[in-house]
């Protein structure tokens, strides 16, 4: 099996419409488009969706009021500073490194489970396949299985 990368740091170099256009040359294709901000290919390629499912990531801190006394420990732990001045958790700034668990005498931090994405399996005119994300603790990454 020949494999083809098309990468690029650059936004907007036509790496999306370059996947496209080898894929229509291709009698069989497997595809994955793992952009983790816009993945694009679904738009020229317009798949017929099969099946969605929610993708967990990394976890993310939940501070409980009712054993929280305000002793601002967790947002002085919290290197991301994702510890609001209320004692909430700003989730787009939360790594999840338990930091937060640790450090509380109150035990009022603890750690949930988040949905970071979407899996979609879907079937176009080229390829079809299933795509799933995955995640390591140094960040997120993506496995694709073909069939």
Known sequence: MRQL????GKGGCGKTTLTAAFSSLSENAALADCD????????????????RENCPGLELASIDPNLCTGCSICREVCRFGAVLENFTINPYGCEG?????????????????????????????????????GYRRGGKWKTCEYG
């Open 36 to 51: 983790v901000d816009a993945s694009d290919l679904p738009l020229i390629l317009k798949p017929q969706v099969i099946n």
């Open 97 to 133: 490194c338990a930091v937060c668990t640790v450090a509380c005498p109150e035990n009022a931090v603890s750690l949930v489970p988040r949905v970071s994405g979407q899996a979609v399996s879907s079937i176009t005119r080229f390829a079809d396949g299933s795509c799933k994300t």
């Open 5 to 8: 990368a098309i990468i690029s």
